[in-house]
């Protein structure tokens, strides 16, 4: 299968996502069962993706990263997400954490952590929703307080990826309710600081080696050199990347459903069943052919909807196509898939379990579906 166009990454993107690949198969594949079982944040993958340079694909080659562009970056995610979408999105969520850092201005914490989260030896974790705002972000309590020198944050932070093990945290918070969106900042601040809770991991559906969690903040105290994005900024910086995190959930949803066809198709030509080949039952044949076709138009929309970011267009409806049609179709086409491999298909020891379970995760996380049908809705009518 041919992935993408040549001339769609370079010799070096290139190269980082074949170590990609390979590092997904040899290191994440043996322990992602066990990281799942025991219901975990999965520390080992982080440690070794720092290792294997996958901690700061956006980063800049100046200061020591891939320095990835949109597709690119798409493409190494949906490698990994083929053999764990969990680990795939911790990832995802340090990286774009450490590249708004690589491209934020010098403070004292951004100073000291920013080489280190390159490494790998310090992970990020991004603080928007909250218990009982989702989608709506604008509309966030936790406050931000100036008290001379210093932000006075309270208030609490609720489906944080990686916060079982985060060391760094970008919160964003309210420091003035009468100015609605435009009062919102962002702000640096180490796990540990005097005044934050972190709760314990959330038991999920799946996809338990993200680590999801909350944090209360009971008067933290954060130097005012360490705001990450000035008051006014924060909405507006927090909304910058979504298009690229769906596109990006996009293309691991691809990655799963891709490895769901892979596993349904080799099993099927391996299984006997009325005096024949499962592969020759026309009805399963129809069934992955149908698989494989929404995985085509996943790819083709995922894609296009990079291109468009890397290009510099706005692609706000390209990739809110793309998310909507990408996990619509993995969580449908991996039971197709489960279902043609019988009940071998729902072995616990088998990733398509696994990989189904994150699929209808995919449906919440970057703006739920009904948030796409939004942005669509209003490209069509407004």
């Known amino acids: 299968m041919t992935l993408l166009p040549d001339e769609a990454v370079n010799d070096t993107d290139r190269e980082i996502i074949d170590r990609a690949r390979a590092w997904a198969h040899?290191?994440?594949?043996?322990?992602?069962?066990?990281?799942?079982?025991?219901?975990?944040?999965?520390?080992?993958?982080?440690?070794?993706?720092?290792?294997?340079?996958?901690?700061?694909?956006?980063?800049?080659?100046?200061?020591?990263?891939?320095?990835?562009?949109?597709?690119?970056?798409?493409?190494?995610?949906?490698?990994?997400?083929?053999?764990?979408?969990?680990?795939?999105?911790?990832?995802?969520?340090?990286?774009?954490?450490?590249?708004?850092?690589?491209?934020?201005?010098?403070?004292?914490?951004?100073?000291?952590?920013?080489?280190?989260?390159?490494?790998?030896?310090?992970?990020?974790?991004?603080?928007?929703?909250?218990?009982?705002?989702?989608?709506?972000?604008?509309a966030i309590a936790t406050t931000a307080r100036r008290d001379g020198d210093e932000w006075v944050i309270s208030g609490a932070k609720a489906w944080v990826s990686n916060a079982a093990a985060a060391d760094v945290l970008s919160v964003y918070a309210q420091t003035d309710e009468s100015l609605g969106h435009r009062g919102i900042a962002a702000f640096l601040l180490p796990a540990d600081t005097p005044g934050i809770t972190r709760e314990e991991p959330y038991e999920l559906l799946g996809a338990h080696a993200i680590g999801t969690g909350g944090f209360t903040f009971d008067g933290c105290r954060v130097p005012a050199a360490d705001m990450f994005v000035p008051v006014g900024q924060g909405f507006a910086a927090a909304m910058a990347g979504i298009d690229l995190a769906r596109l990006l959930v996009a293309a691991m949803s691809c990655g799963m459903l891709r490895a769901g066809l892979e596993a349904a198709t080799e099993s099927v030509q391996n299984r006997q069943a009325f005096g024949g080949r499962v592969a020759d039952l026309q009805a399963v044949r129809f069934?992955?052919?149908?698989?494989?076709?929404?995985?085509?138009?996943?790819?083709?929309?995922?894609?296009?909807?990079?291109?468009?970011?890397?290009?510099?267009?706005?692609?706000?409806?390209?990739?809110?196509?793309?998310?909507k049609f990408a996990t619509r179709s993995v969580e449908q086409r991996l039971t197709d898939c489960m279902q043609v491999m019988g009940a071998n298909g729902a072995r616990r020891d088998h990733p398509l379990p696994r990989h189904l379970a994150a699929a209808r995760l995919t449906h919440y996380v970057d703006g739920a579906t009904e948030i796409q049908n939004v942005v669509i809705g209003r490209s069509l009518l407004d």
């Open 26 to 138: 040899e290191v994440v594949a043996p322990m992602s069962e066990t990281w799942e079982r025991e219901r975990r944040f999965a520390s080992e993958a982080f440690t070794s993706a720092g290792e294997h340079g996958l901690t700061s694909l956006i980063v800049p080659t100046e200061l020591g990263g891939a320095g990835m562009g949109s597709v690119a970056l798409a493409r190494v995610l949906e490698e990994i997400a083929a053999v764990d979408f969990a680990v795939a999105f911790s990832l995802v969520v340090h990286n774009n954490l450490v590249g708004a850092l690589a491209r934020a201005s010098a403070s004292p914490l951004r100073d000291r952590v920013l080489q280190p989260m390159i490494a790998g030896e310090l992970l990020g974790a991004f603080l928007l929703t909250e218990p009982g705002v989702g989608s709506d972000a604008a």
């Open 287 to 323: 069934m992955l052919a149908d698989v494989a076709t929404d995985l085509e138009a996943s790819r083709l929309l995922t894609y296009r909807a990079a291109r468009q970011i890397q290009d510099g267009e706005h692609a706000a409806v390209a990739a809110a196509h793309a998310k």
